[in-house]
């Protein structure tokens, strides 16, 4: 005889109208975390009449994002983007998904993430040159322009010209912040004759403008200019087997810039506040620096000989991993575990709960590239269960950009620490804060000079 499960508690301080939106609105972090103490399945209510079971537990995790994943749909937050931004490989779910899944995936081969690291490289020396020693600058804000600057510099390096460029960046910026606040707030705010709602628009017709016309003249010279929209150029339907169209291209260039901007930039943030925090770290960091690259600037191939970078950045990923939830909906009941789950809920999991879990890793909130050795004293984390570390997802919508992501960080940070030494300009801690990622509150940081021979190549 199979005993029923018990029932899946639904959390405590939901109000009728409001669902959970006080605790949320309150500290949306700390209520999520807290959440684990309620057992693998907790349920909330995030609009009213919508039922969200939070998942916790991380076998449960991997059945949702793996073995359920071609059943289910994504969810309201990917709805609202696709609404947003057109139709891409980020908000498609099922047949749909896989088609362009398939047509995106050449532009993040290893082939050709070994071109982009010279330019991902060139666009941050660029970006610290115009930096002065004893500036205060806000970091966040520098490490969403640079991310945005590499990711636009890799799809769009030969097909526009400097001021398009310059253009284009700034209207993806627009649309960016905008898609973060928008995917939070209900369809009619987005309809109100608001500046913001405005300039929204036409930043996003401006980039659907500026792409199609870069896709016009392209196929017209019927020129392969290397970058990531040539790729795309030759990627075909393959249900139609023609090629995509401008539109299609735009959708997914525009939801690129939102999944691959704001994660790197949070992630870029955090590495250079703990290394602010620990000079042992830092020193360690700069040592390995020297000793690989010696005086010349970082390539593709320096990046597999970077361990300790390589686990200051993964540590990074654990403590400040930018992953607020992420939701799937289901579409038929579905058996979740012991659990079955009504369709039309939302099955979600938060990272960044998760990775700060203490029944995973010990000592959660300790900053340590080190757990991440094999040789531990203590239970390697290397030995974990592999879905209590989830930095990229996992299942069939696990990140597509991963090696990109990877790539860009560590050619980043291995290029303007080398010049650069950020400074915390205060000791209060940085606190994390949910947005459409979870990034830091404020960190602004004071610039000195590190190493003049560096600093020279610029
Ligand atoms: C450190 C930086 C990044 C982190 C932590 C990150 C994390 C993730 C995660 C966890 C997912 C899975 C979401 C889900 O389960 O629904 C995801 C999906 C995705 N990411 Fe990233 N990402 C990063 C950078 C990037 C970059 C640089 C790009 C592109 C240039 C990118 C493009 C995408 C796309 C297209 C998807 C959707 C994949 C699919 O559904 O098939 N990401 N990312």
Redesign the pocket.
Known sequence: MTVAPPPIPRAPGSLPLLGHAIPLLRDNLGFVAALRGYGPLVEIRLQPGQSTVVVNDPPLIRAM?VDLAPTLD?GRF?EKMGQLLGD???T?AGSE?VR??RQ?QPA?RHAEITRYVDIMRDRVTAAVSGWRPGEVIDVREAMVRL?LDM?AA?VFSGSIDDEAFRRLREDLSVVMNGVGARIMLPDWVERLPLPANRRFTAARDAVRATIDTAVAELRAADRDTGDMLSLLLRATDEETGRPLTAHQICS?IL???V???E??A??LSWVLYELARDPAVDARVQEELDTVLGDRPVTFDDLSQLPYLARVIRET?RLH???WL???RTLTATRLGAWEIPAGTEPAYC?HSLHRDPAHFPDPLVFDPDRWLEDSHRRAASQLPEETF?????????????R???A??TTAIATLTRAWHLGLTTDRPVRPVARATVRPSTLRMTLRRRNPAVSALE
């Open positions: 994002l994504k990917f891409s490989v980020v498609a998904h362009k899944r995106l993040f991310s990711l890799t997914e939801t690129l810039a999944a691959g901007t994660t790197t949070s992630v990923l991993h930018t992953g992420v939701t799937r990272r989830l930095p990229f997802g996992a299942g069939k919508h696990k990140c597509i950009g991963d990109f992501a990877s860009e960080i």
